[in-house]
């Protein structure tokens, strides 16, 4: 396999002072370690028609759902001070399809089947997936605020301050779709146009929306996974404890969470505070000249107006 990515194109980021290399396959951009994880899944990972598919872009809410998925299905094993969320990092709580593999077949060996995550585009999902029609929760979030996200995600990993990574090239780079899992439009439009032909698989999340109506998208949530609450839990607050549980504030202050250690892929160590940076809304603010905020649109209204999920 190694030699075969080796023939792809490729492209090594500058912007990162050429620490980060990436692969171009199926029209994707990805480090080494997640096309082969993708690679591995899409040889190996045979779906069962009960799974349950989170389906995102880096840096759109990832964490946020999977802790939310987590506390939903659990909730009567564990409450608010006894969840393991409270000492695991919640991507270690929820398994991640391209990395794994071996995990998530070992639980179905004990037929345990609990939501999976992943970052592969729709087109290049295991095709048992797509023909178990197996259900799928999506989650989006701004293009501007994924973009300073990622920047700082990036370049964190890579171990670069600030002025050592010119934002500006990493603007670039997003808007020509040169990213890890990158063009993040592609892998928008890849789950909406299939969601118009199976509407009744999917959920879209939009992360602004779960931070504005936290209550009803919960319960959203929790009935599309087949774990709805019920009235009494509703009337004894359930559901408020969970998102309280899961909230930015709450994790991001866990010790595991700001000193703990995640194996992010076969060679990649990340540490779980990188995943808490600051959850705001209209961040980019900070980081755009009026050309970009002008390239950017167009670029949305280009790719995306079609969909009418507005991600300005
Ligand atoms: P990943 O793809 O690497 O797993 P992901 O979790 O999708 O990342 O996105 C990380 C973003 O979600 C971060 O945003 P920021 O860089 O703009 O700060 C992170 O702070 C934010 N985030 C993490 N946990 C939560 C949470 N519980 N609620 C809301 N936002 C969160």
Redesign the pocket.
């Known amino acids: 396999m190694e030699e075969a990515i080796e023939t792809l194109p490729q492209h090594t980021c500058s912007w990162l002072k050429n620490r980060f290399t990436l692969y171009k396959h199926e029209d994707v951009w990805n480090s080494k370690d997640f096309l082969e994880g993708k690679l591995l899944a899409q040889q190996r990972f045979k779906a069962d028609p009960s799974d349950i598919f989170l389906c995102?872009f880096?840096?759109?809410?990832?964490?946020?759902l999977k802790?939310l998925v987590f506390a939903i299905i659990t909730r009567e094993k564990f409450n608010e001070s006894t969840s393991p969320l409270l000492n695991t990092l919640p991507?270690d709580c929820i398994l991640f399809l391209e990395k794994d593999l071996e995990k998530i077949e070992e639980n179905r060996k004990n037929s345990f089947f609990p939501p999976i995550n992943t970052?592969i585009h729709y087109h290049s999902l295991p095709k048992s997936i797509i023909t178990s029609n197996c259900k799928i929760v999506y989650i989006y979030r701004n293009m501007k605020?994924v973009l300073?996200?990622y920047y700082?995600?990036a370049r964190q990993i890579v171990k670069l301050q600030i002025e050592d990574a010119p934002f500006e090239e990493a603007f670039d780079e997003f808007c020509k779709g040169i990213l890890n899992f990158g063009p993040y439009w592609d892998h928008i439009l890849g789950y909406w146009k299939a969601s118009l032909e199976k509407p009744e698989i999917f959920l879209f999340m939009k992360y602004e929306d779960m931070?504005k109506y936290p209550t009803t998208n919960v319960k959203k949530l929790a009935e599309f996974i087949g774990h709805p609450f019920t009235i009494e839990e509703e009337k004894a607050g359930v559901i408020e404890n969970i998102i309280k549980l899961?909230?930015?504030e709450n994790?991001?202050n866990l010790e595991v969470n700001k000193s703990g250690n995640h194996q992010a892929g076969k060679t990649q160590v990340i540490e779980n505070r990188l995943?808490?940076?600051?959850?705001?809304d209209e961040?980019w603010k900070n980081y755009f000249t009026e050309e970009m905020i002008e390239k950017i649109d167009k670029l949305i209204d280009e790719k995306l107006g079609a969909t009418g999920l507005v991600l300005k």
């Open positions: 995102s880096p840096k759109t809410g990832t964490t946020w802790a991507h970052h605020d300073v996200s700082h995600f931070k899961c909230s930015f994790l991001s995943f808490f940076r600051k959850a705001e961040e």
